[in-house]
Each structure stands twice: as C-alpha cells, then as structure tokens.
C-alpha cells in the first residue's frame, strides 16, 4: 500500500538549490555557505543580493559595478509610474505591490528573455525597484511626493528617507539595512516555492515574483509581523502576561512564535531582539520592547514556544517609523533578493515542477441526464 501523502509537503524535498540551507535543530541559517550570524551587521544587503543572485560575496569592484547597475535600475517605467496613483487609491499595500510588479514587466527591456545574463539584470531591476514602488505608492495614497532616491545612499537609507520624509540617522540604517540582510532569503518556504513552480513552466521573471508576492499577501506566510504589532497595540502595557494568558487560555493563537522548520529559537530573532532593545533606548521609548520581552516570557512558559523572525521585527520596523501595514512590502522588499535568486538558480537547471497527488472523491459514478439528477 502507498504511503499516505505529506500534508503541506512537510519534508518533502521539493528542489536542490545552492542558495540557503537551514538547521532546524541548532537554529542556524546559511546564505551560501555564510552563517547568518557573520553575514547580519557585517554585509550590507546589497553585498547579500550580489552573493545569492551572482554566486559570491562581491569585491570591491564587483559591489560598486553592482551598485550601479542597482541605481540605473531603479528608475521606473512609464506604464507602471503612470498607474500608481490609481492603484494607490483602490489596493492595499500587497495588492497593490502584486498589480505594480506586473506592470513593471511590460516596461522592463529585457521582459520576453528568460536567458542568464537578462535573468541577472532584471534580477538587479527588481531588486532596486521594489522599495522604490513601497515608497512611492505609501506617498501616493497619502497625496504626497516622495523624496528621489540618492544615487550616494544605500536601498536602506533611501527606503526609510522616502517612508519617514526625514534623512535617517547612521545607525538607523544600520539596523535596518541588517533587517534587510535576515529576511533576504529562507530555503523553501512557500513564496519561493510558488516562483519556483511559475519559472520551472519557463515563464518569466515577473509572472514568477508576481506569484511570490501574491503567496507572501497570505496570512500564514506574510503578514505576522504586522499582526505582532496590531497585538501589542491592543494590549494594556501593564496588563501583557494577564492578556496574552487570557488569549492562549481561550484557544488563540499569538502571531510571532513557532516555526515549521526551527525546533529551538529562529537565529533571526536573536538579532531583532537586540535590534529592538537598542532602539528603544535610542528613542527613550521602551514600551513595545519591554512589552515583547514580557510577551515572550509567557508565551514559552505556557507553550514552550519560541519568538520567530516576526516577533520582535514589529517593534523595530515601527521604531525606525514604518507603518504598521507596510511591514509586509517591507519584506518583500528584502526577499526580492532571494526570490530573484531562485528563478535565476531554477531557470539554469530546470525540469518542469509537477507532483502527485491522492484522489479521495467519489468512483464509478453514472451519468444522468439533468431531467433525472
């Protein structure tokens, strides 16, 4: 007899890939062979997207070769500029994103070739097109202007100088910049999964990130970071361990903890935590963090369950003065890196991702005419 089919594809390996690698059980995180913990706060994003998207950490002339390829890519298409005011007013954030990326791919050049070096340039385009496209459309929906990115400052600085209207401190973007770094990739997790079928049927590019990015919109993949934040804003500062005890006493469920694939804690969140402690002394503002602390406390004494990378990215994306429904673009933001990464790694060793599946419906079922049913 068959074995009985994985719900959720849980351990099935469903592609070889050179680009990240994760162990569960210690909690480690690898970019291309790079431990997470010597690439956060030492690599810069941009540094990142070179290694997953062109196979290696860039030297000094490769990154400023990159970096310029970054600037003359952000510049945006016409059909997609023109259409931005619209979607603004009619989208919410990752709807919007999903229509505004779709856009940009009848404006790309290189848009009807799925070959290795357009592959790498339009990898480059999105990469710096998307939080050109977060900020534009968040100006665009509060009827403002958005400052012009600066072809001197990094996708960090430019993103929270075009969110915030002011020019960020260094640490700031710093902090964010690491942020950036975390999210960028994480092996097999449902949106790539969905690029990586949309590019393995040899479409483009953009349809693949297109599919990404309507994956990530879904609540159990995107979205929890928002979802933190929406929970510690409803929560008393003094009443948190009564709160969160009350909730998971009545079967509800807290966003933030837990992961399919760590069995110990998220090495992601060991950075944000220290992220958001940092920055609520920075600002003199301890509430969320302080909060966090508490609301992690509990949750592992009552569910032996750890913060992942959602957890405490809530406190310090609204530290750095991201609103709260624009926490989701902002890692799409970073994991334009790795999804890019992906359709390139699945376009050069391809075969048509089809699996199987289990039928469990009716048989030998007899046709009636419609007078008869």
Known sequence: MADKPTKGLADVVAASTALSDIDGKAGRLFYRGYDIHDLAGRATFEETAHLLQCGKLPNR????????????GRELGALVSANIPEIAEKQKPMEALRSLVSLSGADDPDKDSIAPDANLRKAARLTAQQPLLVARYHAARNGAEVPEPDPAMSIAANFLLQVTGRVPAQREVELFDACLVLHADHTMNASTFAARVCAATLSDMHSAIVAAIGTLKGPLHGGANEQVMKTLESISPTGVAQAVREKLAAGEKIMGFGHRVYKTEDPRATHLRRMSQELAESTGDDTYYRMSKEMEEVVFEMKGLYPNVDFYAASVYHYLGIPTDLFTPVFSISRMSGWTAHVIE????????????????????????????
């Open 61 to 72: 002339d490769e990154l400023d070769r990159y970096g310029e390829e970054l600037v003359r």
């Open 346 to 373: 699945q376009h050069a060793d391809n075969r048509l991702i089809r699996p199987d599946s289990e039928y469990i419906g009716e048989r030998d079922q007899k046709w009636k005419p419609i007078e008869e049913r």
